[in-house]
């Protein structure tokens, strides 16, 4: 069974513009959800979705949201970069949605110059 | 705000020494997972204890959840060069958010 993939795994942008970032579950996952990760803050939780609602949230402002389709595919979209929001951008889906077992992408780790 | 805090926060030993990696928290939580990361990739899962007291071992690792499930361990005996990582704990509590620990960056020195 193929794994979590993100794409891009590498994004360079620049102050003021904005990205989306795209995540394919594992197949017949229908939570996914993404996190932040930095040196300093560590893995900071974003938002998670399932079936195309959002479930929760963490304590990002708006400039993040995201969305999920049909096929449980997630994209999250950052408006407005600043340079704090460099990080690598974990997406993980999840099957047993009591116990939350994450299984996680690559990430894809994005530079604001 | 749930916090879970791990230590050490850096651990550098030699082969073959053994270690204990510590994640605590003053909240209750339903079940607390393991992870592990190796540079350029996701976390992956090790181990999710569930019942205050729980053991579980995984070859070389041991991994209890404390009787008030607010604190969990994690054992490696023998430590080897591929266990080399950062290692995670994430508390669940229910239906929410996973809430995880800042990591214990762990090198093993042939």
């Known amino acids: 069974k193929a794994g979590v993939t993100q794409t891009p795994r590498y994004l360079i942008k620049t102050r003021g513009q904005q990205v989306t970032l795209s995540c394919s579950p594992i197949?017949?996952?229908?939570?996914v959800s993404w996190y932040q990760q930095t040196p300093g803050q560590g893995l900071q939780f974003l938002f998670e979705?399932?079936?195309?609602?959002?479930?929760n949230k963490g304590n990002f402002p708006g400039r993040f949201s995201g969305r999920q389709f049909s096929n449980s595919r997630s994209e999250m979209n950052v408006s407005t970069l600043e340079l704090g929001d460099s990080a690598l951008y974990l997406c993980?889906?999840?099957?047993?949605?009591?116990?939350?077992?994450?299984?996680f992408g690559p990430g894809t780790r994005l530079t604001v110059l | 705000t749930q916090l879970l805090e791990q230590s050490p926060q850096f651990l550098s030993i030699q082969e073959g020494e053994n270690l204990t990696v510590y994640c605590n928290s003053s909240?209750?939580?339903?079940?607390l997972q393991w992870y592990r990361q190796e540079p350029g990739e996701g976390p992956v899962l090790l181990v999710t204890?569930?019942?205050?007291?729980e053991v579980k071992k995984l070859k070389r690792l041991t991994f209890q959840f404390g009787d008030a499930r607010k604190d969990s361990s994690l054992h490696i005996t023998a430590a080897q060069p591929g266990d080399t990582g950062l290692y995670l704990c994430?508390?669940?509590?229910?239906?929410?958010?996973?809430?995880f620990g800042q990591g214990t960056r762990l090198t093993i020195n042939p």
């Open positions: 993980a889906s999840s099957l047993v949605r009591e116990w939350g077992e994450q299984f």
């Open positions: 197949s017949g996952h229908r939570s």
């Open positions: 979705y399932f079936s195309e609602t959002q479930r």
């Open positions: 909240s209750v939580f339903s079940s």
């Open positions: 204890v569930v019942t205050g007291g």
């Open positions: 994430a508390g669940g509590q229910g239906a929410q958010k996973l809430v």
